[in-house]
C-alpha cells in the first residue's frame, strides 16, 4: 500500500527528524501506536469484563448473575459510543482533537487501574471512566490521522487509514491472549491492571511523539464562547444535582440496585437516536433532498442497530459460552477461554484485503454490489451466525463440552458480515449527510452501535438466566436478524429512492 502510493509521486509530509512510516507522515506510527495500545487495554479488560462479573466470589469474582452481568456489558459498551458525540463536541469546541485524545487516554489508564482495586465499588466507577475516557479519544483520533494528509484528496490517505485500521486489529488480537491469560489463570485484577499499563504506554509514546503530528489537531475549530460555556455548565450542573440527589435517594432508602442504572441508560440509548433523527427532519435548514437522503439513511441505521445487538454479545453471551461449554483443548493444546476474543481481530486482518479487492474486482465488472444489497448480506449473515450458535448450544445439551470449532465458525461468519456492513455504513454516512450535519453525522453512525447494544440490554433484563443463552435466546434473535435483512433487501428501491442521486 505504502509503495503504491510513493509510485504515485507524492512526497509524505515530513517529520522534524525527515523520517517517515512506511511512506506515511511520521505522526501515523504515534496514531498508529497509541490507537494500539488503546485497543490493547480495552479489549483485553472486554475480555475479562462479564467472566470477572459471573466469577463466584470465592475465585475471586463478582459472583453476578449471567444476564446481570451480560447486561451490564451491553450497557458499558452502548456508553462508550453514545460518549463519542460529546467527546467530538469537547475537541471542536473546548480543547482541540490532540488534549482531548491525551486526557481520553489518561482517564482511560485510571478507569483501568481502578478495575484493578479488588473493590466492587471501584469496578463499576471503573467501568464509567473507561467509557468516558473512550468517548473522549474514540471520537477524536481517527479525524487527527486525516490531519496528516493534504486533505481528501491525498492519494495516501486510504492506504494510512489501512495502517492505522490494522493497528487497531493487532492491539485486538493481542489484548485476549495477553491480559486474558494473565486474568483467568492468575488474577483478575491482575489482569485488569495489565490493560491499564498498556494504556500508560500507549499514552506516554503519544505524548513524546505529538511534535509529529499535524498543527490542525491542536486547533479548535469553533471556539466556545464565554456566555455559552457558562450557560452549559450551568445546566450540567443543574443535571447532575438532579441526578446525585435522586440516586442519593433511592440509596439510603435502601433500594439501589444495578437495574437502577442500565434501565436509564438503556432507554436513553434507545431514545437518543430517535430525537436527533426527529430534529434533522424538522430542521428547516435541511433542504426537500437533504431530507429524503436522511429519510433513506433511518433504514441503514436500523440494520445496523440490528447487526451491532447480536455482534457485540462476543464478550458477554458468546464468551459465557465460550467459558462454560466449550472445550478449551484443540488438538491437544489447552487455552484460556478469553482467547476465543482473538478470532474476530484474527479474522479480519486476514479477510478485510480480500473483501476490499473483490469490491473493486466486481465494480470493474459492473457487478458491484449496491449498499442496500450488502447491508441485507450483512444482516443475513449476523443472523446466520446466531442459528450457528443456537446448533452449538443444542449440542452442549446436557453439560457436554462442545468443539472450539464452533465458536470458530460462529465469529468467521460474524466477521464476514461485519464486513460487508460497518466499512459500507460509515461510507454511506458520509454520502448521505446533510451539508449542514457532516461532521457530526459520523457520531450519529456511532449510535447505531448505542441503540443495538441497548435493546440487547433490555432483552438480557427482561429474559433473565433462564433464557438469556438457551437455543431459544439465540434462535430468536438470528431470525429476527434475517427477517430483516430479508425486508431491507425487498425494499430496497424505495431505500434507493429515498437517497436520490447516492447509489
Not at 452481568?69 to 460529546?86: D, F, G, K, Q
Not at 495502517?163 to 494473565?182: D, K, R, S, W
Not at 438466566?465 to 431491507?488: E, P
Amino acid at each position: 500500500m505504502a509503495t503504491t502510493t510513493l509510485d504515485a509521486g507524492v512526497q509524505p509530509s515530513a517529520s522534524p527528524s525527515g523520517k517517515t512510516f512506511f511512506g506515511h507522515p511520521r505522526g501515523l506510527a504515534t496514531l498508529f501506536m497509541a490507537e494500539t495500545f488503546e485497543r490493547f487495554s480495552y479489549y483485553g479488560m472486554r475480555a475479562l469484563l462479564v467472566l470477572y462479573m459471573v466469577a463466584k466470589t470465592g475465585d475471586g469474582g463478582l459472583e453476578i448473575q449471567a444476564a446481570t452481568a451480560a447486561a451490564v456489558y451491553s450497557v458499558y459498551t452502548a456508553m462508550v459510543y453514545l460518549l463519542a458525540l460529546p467527546g467530538g463536541w469537547i475537541a471542536d469546541r473546548f480543547l482541540g482533537a490532540r488534549k482531548t485524545v491525551a486526557l481520553g487516554g489518561a482517564i482511560i489508564m485510571i478507569g483501568h487501574f481502578l478495575l484493578a482495586v479488588p473493590v466492587e465499588v471501584s469496578f463499576f466507577v471503573g467501568l464509567a471512566f473507561i467509557a468516558l475516557g473512550s468517548g473522549l479519544l474514540k471520537a477524536n483520533i481517527s479525524t487527527m490521522v486525516g490531519h496528516l494528509y493534504d486533505g481528501p484528496n491525498d492519494p495516501r490517505r486510504d492506504g494510512g487509514f489501512t495502517i492505522f485500521y490494522m493497528g487497531i486489529n493487532l492491539g485486538a488480537f493481542l489484548a485476549p491472549l495477553v491480559i486474558g491469560t494473565v486474568g483467568q489463570q492468575v488474577n483478575w485484577h491482575l489482569g485488569f491492571a495489565l490493560a491499564g499499563v498498556g494504556m500508560a504506554l500507549g499514552l506516554g509514546q503519544f505524548l513524546l511523539g505529538t511534535r509529529h503530528l499535524s498543527p490542525k489537531s491542536n486547533v479548535v475549530n469553533s471556539p466556545i464562547s464565554p456566555a455559552e460555556k457558562s450557560a452549559i455548565f450551568r445546566k450540567a450542573g443543574l443535571w447532575l444535582a438532579a441526578a446525585a440527589v435522586f440516586y442519593g435517594v433511592v440509596a439510603l432508602t435502601g433500594h439501589f440496585t444495578i437495574n437502577w442504572a442500565i434501565w436509564p441508560l438503556s432507554i436513553a440509548g434507545i431514545a437518543i437516536p430517535v430525537v436527533v433523527f426527529a430534529r434533522m427532519k424538522r430542521d428547516r435548514d435541511l433542504t426537500p433532498d437533504e431530507k429524503s437522503k436522511i429519510g433513506g439513511y433511518v433504514w441503514f441505521f436500523v440494520a445496523a442497530a440490528v447487526f451491532w445487538m447480536i455482534y457485540d454479545q462476543s464478550g458477554s453471551t458468546l464468551s459465557l459460552f465460550a467459558d462454560n461449554n466449550t472445550a478449551s483443548t484443540l488438538f491437544g493444546f489447552h487455552f484460556p477461554s478469553s482467547w476465543f476474543q482473538s478470532l474476530n481481530p484474527l479474522y479480519i486482518m486476514a479477510l478485510a484485503p480480500v473483501v476490499a479487492w473483490l469490491w473493486v474486482w466486481l465494480a470493474q465488472r459492473g457487478k458491484n454490489p449496491s449498499t442496500t444489497a450488502k447491508f441485507a448480506f450483512g444482516l443475513l449473515m449476523i443472523g446466520a451466525s446466531f442459528l450457528v450458535m443456537m446448533l452449538a448450544m443444542a449440542a452442549a445439551g446436557g453439560g457436554a463440552k462442545v468443539t472450539p470449532l464452533w465458536l470458530a465458525l460462529v465469529y468467521l461468519v460474524q466477521t464476514v458480515g461485519e464486513l460487508t456492513l460497518s466499512p459500507v455504513g460509515l461510507s454511506v454516512t458520509t454520502k448521505l449527510a446533510p451539508a449542514k450535519y457532516a461532521s457530526q453525522m459520523m457520531g450519529v453512525w456511532f449510535l447505531a452501535v448505542t441503540a443495538g447494544d441497548c435493546v440487547a440490554a433490555i432483552f438480557q433484563l427482561v429474559l433473565g438466566d433462564d433464557v438469556v443463552g438457551s437455543t431459544w435466546y439465540f434462535a430468536v434473535q438470528g431470525l429476527m436478524a434475517i427477517a430483516a435483512g430479508i425486508g431491507l433487501y425487498a425494499y430496497r428501491k424505495k431505500v434507493v429512492a429515498l437517497m436520490g442521486d447516492v447509489h
